[in-house]
């Protein structure tokens, strides 16, 4: 007796199949997805977080710099002469004045503003609110001339 080969399944049987296994592979794709979406953002977020670390790190090796230096009384004193203008008993200050932080002189012109007079008729509070007022609008009373000027006048005698 001879058998008969294996016949191959009914069409309706491996489509079945084909759909169960697509099923499958969605329902994996479904589960991994997030999963491993939500790995590569911690990794991202761990990647950062490090570079913030090293910054981090950075900012406390120049912060123990600069603590180091203020533990040096040399420097408090240079420090305290340069912010503070200190001095030592018997030693004189000079301050020159209209001179920039870096040595140049002062080269655009200071215009000179006149402070608008608040209304005398008012009573001390409003003279007080009006006051407020002007100071806040620095440029309200300029008048159009400058410091440099001023001071020409003044040395002419033509003011």
């Known amino acids: 007796m001879r058998s008969l080969p294996p016949s191959p399944p009914p069409p309706s049987t491996a489509w079945v199949r084909g759909a169960i296994l697509v099923g499958i592979v969605v329902m994996l794709a479904v589960t991994l997805v997030p999963t491993l979406r939500s790995l590569l953002q911690q990794q991202d977020e761990v990647t950062a977080l490090r570079d913030k670390v090293a ?61 608008p007079l608040a209304n005398d008729a008012a009573p001390w509070y409003g003279k007080v609110w009006q006051s407020i007022q002007i100071a806040d609008r620095p440029a309200a009373g300029a008048t159009g001339t400058t410091a440099r000027d001023a001071t020409q006048g003044v040395e002419d005698g033509s003011r």
């Open 55 to 115: 910054q981090q790190h950075v900012a406390v090796a120049d912060l123990e710099r600069q603590a180091a230096l203020w533990r040096d009384p040399a420097f408090i004193e240079q420090q305290a002469r340069e912010r503070l203008k200190f001095v030592k008993v018997g030693e004189k200050s000079y301050t020159v004045i209209g001179l920039r932080p870096d040595g140049d002189a002062v080269t655009e012109p200071q215009p000179i503003v006149a402070a």
